[in-house]
């Protein structure tokens, strides 16, 4: 695949999971409480959490809004590298983080629209902090990638 070909995927893949948080968001987590995969795994995290947590702390919308968000930063890393390659890992880190939180806080008012959803500071930051260990995670790899390439 061509240079060229790998950014426009890389933005690409970055918009599919775009869409699969905005589906995420459109949904209450009682939309979970029945049957299939979505509910298994939302019963299964339940059972982990309340023991430690308590029965009425809602630890799985924490978990997802982190898990979703620290794919994303990690996906936004990828992409800005193929986008601005002259960037430090530093900077791509910052630009993945900030593309992450902005979207975010489009997220967070999408939620408002949504019956039995609502606009969360808490939320946007546990999103913020996701796509900050993602973008860090992401950045570390890359890096010790390049050095074994580099070493090789």
Known sequence: MSQRGRLI???VIVALWAVVIFFMSAHTGSDFDGTGPLAAIKRWLVGLAAPVFGP???IVNVAAHFTEY???G???VLAARRTWPAL???KLALV???LASLYAVTDEFHQSFVPGRMCDPADWLTD???ATLGAGAAVLALEKMLAKRQVG
């Open 70 to 72: 620290l794919v994303f």
């Open 9 to 11: 995927l890389s933005w």
């Open 74 to 76: 990690g996906l936004l």
């Open 128 to 130: 913020t902090l996701g």
């Open 88 to 90: 430090g890992w530093g």
């Open 96 to 98: 993945a983080i900030a």
């Open 56 to 58: 009425d702390t809602d």
